[in-house]
């Protein structure tokens, strides 16, 4: 089993829909939760943590915990073709862990 | 703009070369890493360096070898690489409790 799991996609939605992007991670232990974006040819950047389980807004994204089910989420609202990108979900056991990725999930936002 | 910054961008060498990735952050941030990224994979941890310290080494082989002189700095020297070697290599910098943060990385070519 992946220790991080995430659908490669890509995942099409057209602009102004909202795009929701599911993440699995396997240790139980986890505590810290990221989310990165990745255009291509770029370097990733950081675009959301969470660390508690619900939710966590930040403009029009928000990520989600569930801590219990071991999956966090990303929505993005009102998606726009420069959301184009991969998503990279990110998974810490404690503070001074070292982080662990899944493969990523390719987003298309369609004009 | 970054706070990391890698040189080269783009590496082209044959397998008998040696050559040296850098990477320097201004970020006073204490730990160091390097990640390799390759198409369809997560991103994989190679090294991380702690205060100058190497903390981790994730089997890689020995034709890949890192330095840091201190904490703003590291490199990755390569010698007798391998064409799957071929890839994205990633430096990138944090705090025990902040994120990473990544550079632009050096898309290497093996030929």
């Known amino acids: 089993q992946k220790e991080v799991e995430q659908n490669s996609g890509p995942l099409s939605v057209p602009e102004g829909a909202i795009a929701s992007l599911n993440c699995t991670y396997s240790d139980r232990g986890s505590q810290s939760f990221f989310w990165y974006r990745q255009y291509s040819g770029k370097s990733p950047e950081l675009i959301m943590f969470i660390y508690s389980n619900g939710d966590k807004e930040d403009g029009r994204f928000t990520a989600q915990l569930n801590k219990a089910s071991q999956y966090v989420s990303l929505l993005i609202r009102d998606s726009q073709p420069s959301d184009s990108a991969t998503y990279l979900c990110a998974v810490k056991k404690s503070s001074g862990d070292k982080l662990t990725f899944g493969t990523g999930t390719r987003l298309a936002v369609r004009p | 703009e970054t706070g990391v910054t890698q040189t080269p961008r783009h590496l082209v060498m044959g397998m008998t070369n040696k050559k040296s990735l850098k990477c320097e952050q201004h970020?006073?941030?204490?730990?160091m890493y390097w990640y390799k990224q390759s198409a369809k994979k997560p991103l994989e941890l190679m090294f991380v360096y702690n205060f100058k310290e190497q903390t981790e080494n994730n089997s890689v082989p020995s034709r890949f070898s890192p330095e840091c002189p201190n904490s703003s700095h590291l490199f990755l020297h390569l010698h007798t690489l391998q064409p799957e070697d071929s890839a994205l290599y990633l430096c990138a910098s944090s705090t025990a409790n902040s994120p990473l943060h990544f550079g632009n990385g050096t898309r290497l070519t093996v030929t």
């Open positions: 970020l006073g941030h204490n730990a």
